[in-house]
């Protein structure tokens, strides 16, 4: 199930053993809060911590040990990932296949086990990144809790400024709030004053610029990242790899969402990759992507400067 799944059946569903897994740390940390509410009334009591290099059998021993003065134990295991011969020895499988009824185990992991996914007993929970459109109507609603005035779009450049990042978008509301204040308003003009953009945002913007030929708006967005202390080299890197990506995204069959698995990245990036690749011929993608190939090589074996070779792929990119 999603997380959002969970969230709504915590109070109405009882469950022995879970397992969060997901890059969305702000999921995997706000599940054991929520799970600590429900179940561990008292702060500090029956409470079980495993965190890297688990004894399992130290597990299932605190799993069979009745909780002093909360309704349920709870047993945490972080960064969890055994083999089947791991399991199989020390007797987990049977044990959650009889679980016992005081007490939960929680596994929090950020990486997939395909192991612990298969053993019976244990929900699996998605923590992965949600939908651009859930996380817009997550930051509409938490503002909405505490009287703040924010627009529908507003609350989308946010998500977006934040690169879908559920951590960094509840850190960026706790600032907002603060600065509007109760029954305040958030704009778009505080948006550009508080809220930094993820880098990933800004190259794309930059990647749309050049794209678009327009150089005004290219060297005003290069400028801006260059104030925000990022290196020319690393600049360069990004507009490479977004123009790789801009090229193999065109050229494949697949839907975004498998093309955001094979190449590990967030599918709303592939979408707004897409979105710029669109806007060139597939020829001249191609003809971009060998000249930075080009470009990479003469900056890893000294023929150019860093900040020669930005200047370089900026004219370049404006022309081809």
């Known amino acids: 199930m999603r997380y959002i799944e969970f969230k709504n059946e915590i109070n109405s569903s009882e469950f022995s ?64 990932y055994p083999t089947d011969k791991q399991l199989s020895a020390s007797g987990f499988t049977g044990a959650l296949s009889l679980p016992q009824d005081f007490s939960v185990l929680v596994i929090i992991n950020e990486k997939p086990c395909d192991v612990l996914e298969k053993v019976k007993g244990l929900t699996v929970v998605d923590c992965g990144r949600e939908t651009a459109s859930f996380l817009s109507s997550y930051v509409l609603k938490t ?57 990933e945002l800004q190259i794309f913007e930059l990647t749309t610029a050049l794209s678009k030929k327009n150089a005004s708006e290219s060297i005003r967005l290069l400028d801006q990242l260059l104030r925000n202390n990022e290196k020319p080299q690393i600049i360069f890197t990004a507009i490479y790899n977004a123009f790789r990506r801009m090229l193999h995204i065109s050229l494949s069959a697949k839907t975004d969402a498998q093309i955001a698995v094979d190449l590990g990245i967030k599918e709303y990036a592939v979408k707004k990759a897409r979105q710029t690749a669109a806007l060139f011929v597939k020829k001249s993608l191609k003809k971009a992507c060998d000249r930075l190939c080009l470009l990479d090589v003469q900056m890893k074996s000294g023929q150019i400067s860093s900040d020669g070779l930005l200047q370089d792929t900026i004219q370049y990119l404006l022309s081809v």
């Open 143 to 199: 503002f909405s809790r505490q009287k703040i005035s924010v627009s529908s779009r507003t609350a989308e450049q946010l998500v977006e400024y934040c690169g879908g990042d559920m951590e960094r978008i509840s850190q960026e509301i706790q600032k907002l709030s603060a600065y509007a204040g109760l029954e305040g308003e958030i704009t778009v003009d505080v948006l550009n004053l508080l809220v930094h953009r993820d880098v």
């Open 17 to 80: 053993a879970l397992l969060f897994r997901g890059e969305e740390a702000f999921f995997r940390d706000d599940a054991l809060k929520t799970l600590k509410k429900k179940y561990n009334s008292v702060e500090g009591m029956d409470f079980d911590l495993f965190d890297g290099g688990v004894d399992i059998k130290s597990v299932l021993s605190c799993l069979n040990c009745p909780p002093f003065i909360n309704h349920k134990r709870l047993v945490v295991v972080k960064d969890f």
